[in-house]
């Protein structure tokens, strides 16, 4: 067999990092790229600033590992922790080829990519995504629109998620629409890694901050039903943008996902996870607490 270039311990170690806001499709994709390695071991870091993450037990087996960074936000929170794990990562040279990082969705991307200019990493690209039926007005929203602009510019690739629930004329308009608001490369996804790698780092950006949402964990009783479940998760709140997790409904273990309106409840095996929700920055407190006290 030849030897794989890749496999050169000496090469600094290539990072890309996945961005985009809260349900674009971060994990989805970082699943995708593990599904199809194209023989990478990939060591992915993902990054959920509640105590629980629930991303690292949604993201699949593969040959590599997955390190979960908990309780801050990689952008401005746990440097430490974060700078410790690349740490790791470069004692383990050997172990991997490729390193993917999901940021949190309402994290900045470029700030955590400078990471990847640290000695013994390269960065590959800063890969942000934008969900075709949402972005448009989450560019506009009062809150969030300026972190939303901010990860466009970012970008060194943006990919086009959820392109299945709008119409050809529409998916058009939000790649017109792409064009302006940022210089990177527009894929459509779900995006292989072949056009995702590759160095086309830019590195030209302004850090952003970004507003505070606030997170949820919720640990729901054994004995909920499905309906007890749906129903409650239909009454959200409209400030809660997100809600993630595994969790038993009638004695079976349940994906939750909801994003923005939508939501689906789907069968899947353990382990649970428990519930986690983030409002958006405009939200009431009480409302929140109260509709969270209903499933506790
Ligand atoms: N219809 C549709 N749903 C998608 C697509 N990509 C992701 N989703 C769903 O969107 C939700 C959030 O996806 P996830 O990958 O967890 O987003 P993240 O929060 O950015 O990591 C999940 O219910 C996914 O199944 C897509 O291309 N089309
Ligand atoms: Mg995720
Ligand atoms: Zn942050």
């Given at each position: ?90 004692d383990r040279r050997s172990d991997f080829d490729h390193v993917l990082i999901e940021v949190s969705g309402v994290g900045d991307p470029w700030k955590v990519a400078q990471w990847g200019r640290t ?178």
């Amino acid at each position: 067999m030849s030897p794989n270039p890749r496999n050169d311990v000496t090469a600094p170690l290539p990072v890309t990092v996945i961005g985009g806001y809260l349900g674009a499709g971060k994990t989805t994709l970082v699943n995708n790229l593990l599904a199809n390695p194209e023989g990478r071991r990939f060591a992915v870091l993902v990054n959920d600033f509640g105590a629980v993450n629930v991303d690292a037990a949604l993201i699949a087996e593969h040959d590599g590992d997955t390190m979960a960074l908990t309780n801050g936000c990689i952008c401005c929170s746990i440097v430490d922790g974060f700078a410790d794990t690349l740490q790791t990562l470069r004692d383990r040279r050997s172990d991997f080829d490729h390193v993917l990082i999901e940021v949190s969705g309402v994290g900045d991307p470029w700030k955590v990519a400078q990471w990847g200019r640290t000695p013994g990493f390269a960065l590959d690209a800063v890969v942000v995504l934008a969900s075709a039926d949402t972005i448009v007005d989450q560019a506009d929203d009062l809150y969030i629109g300026d972190t939303i602009h901010a990860q466009l510019r970012q970008a060194d690739v943006v990919v086009v998620t959820k392109l299945d629930l709008v119409t050809t004329a529409r998916a058009n308009e939000i790649r017109a629409w792409l064009t302006t608001a940022t210089d990177a490369t527009i894929v459509d996804g779900p995006a292989s890694l072949p056009l995702l790698v590759g160095p086309r780092a830019r590195g030209t950006s302004d850090p952003i901050g970004h507003p505070e949402h606030a997170t949820s964990f919720i640990s729901p009783p054994d004995d909920l039903s499905r309906t007890q479940l749906q129903t409650w998760l239909r009454d959200r709140p409209a400030s809660v943008l997100r809600v993630k997790g595994v969790v038993l409904a009638d004695a079976q273990p349940v994906l939750v996902q909801a994003v923005g309106a939508r939501d689906e409840i789907t069968n899947t095996t353990g382990p649970t996870t428990g519930l986690v929700a983030i409002a958006g920055p405009a939200t009431d407190r009480d409302g929140l607490d109260r509709w969270i006290a209903r499933l506790r």
